[in-house]
């Protein structure tokens, strides 16, 4: 599906899939169809004997945008299939004892899918067949692209919290593969490996304004470090209050190439330190 959704234009570029595709599968293969924005109707379809596609955000599935199919439902529990299930998701101090994994199928009741799933919208898709074949298949981890969203950029850790050691700062628009998560964090696996607070990633890619000050002579307002490297790494400078540089480039909306006159150096610096 994944395939045809890109073939025939029901997939943004790196965005995800439109709602509009779940539709245009229902009359591409003549399935009885419904649409819902509520959680009561979505289970008296399941119940119907109808697969309901659930579009969720960032909650108990994802931290993003994500689509999960409930297939079933046992009394008061939903019987789920999460393409991007891996060993560990619901171990995580936000998702534990949430749901049970049972070989690739989550079980979540519906209470707890109503409180923690951050359901968006449903589309339901009448099952005319006499059998159900469940999937057998092994689970396997897969990633996903989101966008940094930080104007100061966003510290990558070598732990999922703000008490490990900071890498590197990646700057803001910057796209970024996951692998996992755990609780608010996310492991990224390119452009470099390591944590980041999932808060400030976005599912599309932003672009501030850069204001143009080239050429401008600033004085720093505090005692600062300056950087060798334009993500603000490598070797530190520090210079003290007052000290007169010029901007030489505008690397980003928030960190500037600049020439200190008095050492006769060239270095990196976030914007926001001048008076």
């Known amino acids: 599906m994944g395939d045809l959704f890109v073939k025939y234009g029901y997939r943004s570029a790196d965005n995800g899939t439109y709602y509009s595709a779940f539709k245009w599968v229902a009359d591409t293969f003549d399935i009885e169809y419904k649409e819902t924005y509520k959680v009561d109707d979505a289970v008296a379809l399941l119940k119907n004997n109808n697969y309901v596609v659930a579009s969720v955000g960032n909650?108990?599935?994802?931290?993003?945008?994500?689509?999960?199919?409930?297939?079933?439902i046992d009394g008061n529990t939903l019987k789920i299939y999460d393409p991007y299930l891996y060993s560990g998701k619901f171990e995580t101090s936000t998702r534990r004892g949430k749901v049970t994994v049972s070989g690739n199928t989550v079980y979540c009741s519906v209470s707890n899918f109503k409180k923690y799933a951050?359901?968006?919208?449903?589309?339901?898709?009448?099952?005319?067949?006499?059998?159900?074949t469940n999937n057998t298949k092994k689970v396997t981890t897969s990633t996903y692209t989101r966008y940094i969203k930080a104007n100061g950029g966003l510290n990558v850790r070598n732990g999922a919290g703000t008490k490990y050691k900071r890498i590197k700062t990646l700057a803001n628009g910057t796209k970024v593969t996951i692998?996992?998560?755990?609780?608010?964090?996310?492991?990224?696996?390119?452009p470099s490996k390591g944590w980041v607070c999932s808060t400030y990633l976005v599912t599309t890619k932003t672009t501030t304004k850069i204001k143009n000050t080239v050429g401008k002579t600033k004085k720093l307002k505090a005692k600062t470090t300056l950087y060798s490297k334009s993500n603000l790494s490598?070797?530190?400078?520090?210079?003290?209050?007052?000290?007169?540089?010029?901007i030489k480039k505008n690397?980003?909306?928030s960190v500037d190439y600049v020439y200190i006159p008095y050492t006769k150096r060239y270095a990196y610096v976030k914007n926001n330190v001048y008076k």
């Open 118 to 132: 951050n359901a968006q919208k449903f589309f339901a898709y009448q099952n005319t067949g006499s059998n159900q």
């Open 251 to 253: 690397v980003s909306a």
């Open 59 to 72: 909650g108990l599935f994802t931290t993003g945008g994500h689509y999960i199919v409930l297939v079933g």
């Open 179 to 190: 692998s996992k998560t755990s609780g608010n964090w996310s492991y990224i696996t390119s």
């Open 234 to 246: 490598g070797t530190k400078y520090t210079y003290l209050k007052n000290t007169t540089l010029t």
